[in-house]
């Protein structure tokens, strides 16, 4: 019982004093021989912490070597924001931070 309302608690407070993005949908590409990626769609959120119809898109690629059925890949690149791939990010809320206070929001 305690342990729920521990967890209750972080939740609420997140929601009203930490939030600044929202992930809204995560997927993964893990197909066999292909690139492998993952992306992640956030929805940031407006100065008084009411969502916002904005979004940022994430995406980070697995490391690989090696081609075809010699390809072998193990860990993950940084994640980028695909408005501005050169800047690399080492987690997806970093990532989703920045790309929501360029947009003006959080």
Request: proline content about 1%.
């Amino acid at each position: 019982m305690m342990k729920k309302l521990f967890i209750a608690l972080c939740l609420i407070g997140t929601t009203f004093y930490g939030a600044n993005a929202y992930q809204l949908l995560s997927s993964k590409e893990l197909g066999k021989n292909d690139a492998k990626n993952q992306t992640v769609v956030v929805k940031c959120t407006t100065d008084t912490g009411k969502t916002s119809n904005q979004t940022c898109t994430l995406r980070r690629y697995a490391k690989c070597t090696g081609t075809g059925s010699d390809k072998k890949c193990s860990g993950w690149q940084a994640w980028q924001d695909l408005r501005s791939p050169s800047k690399k990010y080492s987690d997806w809320r970093s990532a989703a931070s920045a790309c929501c206070r360029a947009k003006g929001l959080r």
